[in-house]
């Protein structure tokens, strides 16, 4: 793919805090696994809604509500589009991808999970596809398998039959927030419905930076979160086919998810609402009704195929210019990794990586990225990990290589 | 931005390079408690040998960043030999050097000299590095709670 057909430096002045000048340094925002940038696209659709439009949904008769709920509506629309789902009822607005697997683990899960049933997921999950189903598990009694990994972080598919046998669910992630790993998605879940169990995907850093297609995937439900995909913070996404959101319980009560309410009981309204209790965030999802929109017109196969371009390109100025002295989790071949590098440098704590980065303004994580089981099998308490997106380019990999040397001047190593 | 020099003392980094009392101590007779930091995963056991209100031994393990480690490593020096009420005290002054010390002007009366430890002030410019720092007190202090002393 010819990824010249987008102005990737037109691309980086669309967000208006990488312009920033702190100490007479530029900013290099290499932290987009944990949270994303925005631009003046999303930025402004939030204020411009908040300045001339801003109203109640789905509740109130006059103008401004009817252009608010429409609004609204177009957004659910856009991501239903995005992720190529079949139906816009589908999709359910959450408050964060983390509520979005609670929801799952609560409704779906406190239905259909009893004591002995079995859980499967991987050694490279994120806390939030992790604690859910340990609190559910030890209210219920359940079982829970792990796929491990091979020595490159992939997942270690050797034994799956025998791990889904009897499984009621397989949950994992599209892909590692530390690894950076792909896994085999279609696979997975098609393996998951042989064993005759449920496939839920959480798909956190996979929806920003891919072009995904949960049909294709054959997924039951996925989940993601805005603030990853140049949206704001404060929504998830929930996606489900339909059949299997109405057959599940309703999540939390209140206003707006209900059909009518009576002194002896309620009855739920219709999907989507059915999961959406309560004013949810309006301006965010508008935001990120605008973060889709802006995403689209770049074309998401593009975006993958820069940060293809810009994995290999870090990997190898890091590779050359460290050679032993840096080691870097995860698989090697960029057709099965995202532009996530996890890496451990000349045994500096990664948290004095990120304080002596920090003074070149170069941001990246250091800590145990929610994922505390795998990084006891990477035998470490923390990595450092920078992780790159449509607005980098190949000088801000420079400028982590740079820094990294100033790291090694303090130390002494 | 403050600079990495108010951070990184040399004092510091020669501590992290070669930490003082690293190793276990055995339990009973002494008291042992493991720390945690929840955001970034370091940990820290502290073991403490306690006889007649003196802290007559103290060991150190786990791993972290050169601020923990060092912080955890100068702490050791300093309480060792000392007595319960002067560790209590020193526990104060260090977090008020800290800023965290929740009655700053109203800490135990005995006069304790923060000494090499004062090397660690710099980090109160850097916020997020604190409960690096504070961590192994902590733990000392929860190890000392368990043995209920």
Known sequence: ?????????????????????????????LDSANTSQKPHAVIDAMADFMRNGYSPISRSAYQLAAEATDLFEAARAKIQKFINAPHVEEIIFTKNATEALNLIAQTWGRENLHTGDIVVLTHMEHHANIVPWQMLAAERNLEIRWIPLTVDGQLDLTNLSSLLTGAKVLS????????????????????????????????????PHNVTDVQAWGADLVWFSSHKMVGPSGV????????????????????????????????????????????????????????????????????????????????????DRYGTDICIHGPRDIAVRGAVLSFAFRGIHPHDLSQVLDQKNVCIRAGHHCA?????????????????????????????????????DIFGL | MPGLEDLYREIILDHYRTPRNRG???????????????????????????ENGILTDIKVSGQGCSISQSSASMMSQAVKGKSLAEVQALVHRFKVMMSIAED??????????????????????????????????????????????
């Not at chain 1, 892909?175 to 995907?201: D, E, F, K, R, Y």
């Not at chain 1, 470490?380 to 990294?404: G, K, P, Q, V, W």
């Open chain 1, 1 to 29: 793919m010819n990824t010249n057909l987008v102005d990737w430096a037109a691309v980086k002045a669309d967000f208006p805090v990488l312009q920033r000048i702190i100490d007479d340094q530029r900013l290099v925002y």
């Open chain 2, 24 to 50: 276990e101590l055995e339990t009973p007779p002494a008291h042992m408690a493991e720390g945690h930091n929840p955001l970034c995963g370091d940990e820290i056991t502290i073991y403490a040998q306690v």
């Open chain 2, 104 to 149: 700053p002007e109203d800490g135990p009366l005995v006069e304790v000299k923060l000494g090499d430890l004062e090397a660690l002030q710099g980090v109160v410019k850097f916020p997020v590095r604190i409960k690096c720092a504070v961590l192994s007190w902590n733990t000392l202090l929860q190890a000392l709670q368990e043995a209920d002393i």
């Open chain 1, 236 to 319: 998830g996404v929930l996606w489900g086919r339909r059949e299997l959101l109405h057959a599940m319980p309703p999540f939390l009560g209140g206003g707006n998810m209900i059909g009518d309410v009576r002194l002896d009981g309620f009855t739920c309204a219709e999907l989507p609402s059915k999961f959406e209790a309560g004013t949810p965030a309006i301006v965010e999802v508008i935001g990120l009704g605008a973060a889709v929109d802006y995403l689209s017109k770049i074309g998401m196969a593009h975006v993958r195929q820069h940060e293809m371009n810009l994995t290999d390109y870090a990997l190898r100025t890091l590779d």
């Open chain 1, 372 to 408: 505390k089981p795998l990084m006891k099998l990477l035998g470490a308490n923390a990595t450092a990990r920078a992780s790159f997106y449509l607005y980098n380019d190949e000088s801000d990999a420079d400028a982590l290589a740079d820094a990294l040397d100033s790291a090694s």
């Open chain 1, 172 to 207: 994992f992630t599209a892909m590692s927030n530390v690894l950076g790993t792909l896994t085999p998605v279609a696979q997975l879940c098609q393996a998951a419905h042989a064993a005759g169990a449920l496939a839920i995907v959480d798909a956190c850093q996979y929806v």
